[in-house]
């Protein structure tokens, strides 16, 4: 509230479910409402698209869900995939 050259937001989060996909969108979407002229920034973690390899049942629905909001709220998407992420990790 006291910042005198406030330019915009960064939000990580994952768009596969649970807290990342809901509260993440959720906030982004009440960022845009509340500062609407501030540049909204996210690093986004999309999920691994091998079913055998997912742990949550609607993935694929949050993650349609979560991609409306980054459409509408968010002004650059920066997108990791967490297949790749993992395959970095293990190897």
């Known amino acids: ?36 002229k501030k540049l909204v920034q996210t690093y986004s973690v999309f999920p691994n698209w091998d079913h055998s390899q997912s742990d949550v049942v609607v993935q694929p629905y949050n993650s349609v869900l979560t991609l409306k909001r980054l459409t509408l709220n968010a002004d650059a998407v920066v997108v990791l995939d967490n297949t790749s992420l993992n395959r970095i990790a293990v190897d």
């Open 1 to 36: 509230d006291n910042s005198d050259s406030l330019e915009g937001f960064v939000l990580c989060h994952s768009i596969a479910g649970g807290t990342g996909s809901g509260m993440g969108s959720y906030l982004l979407e009440r960022l845009n409402d509340h500062f609407p």
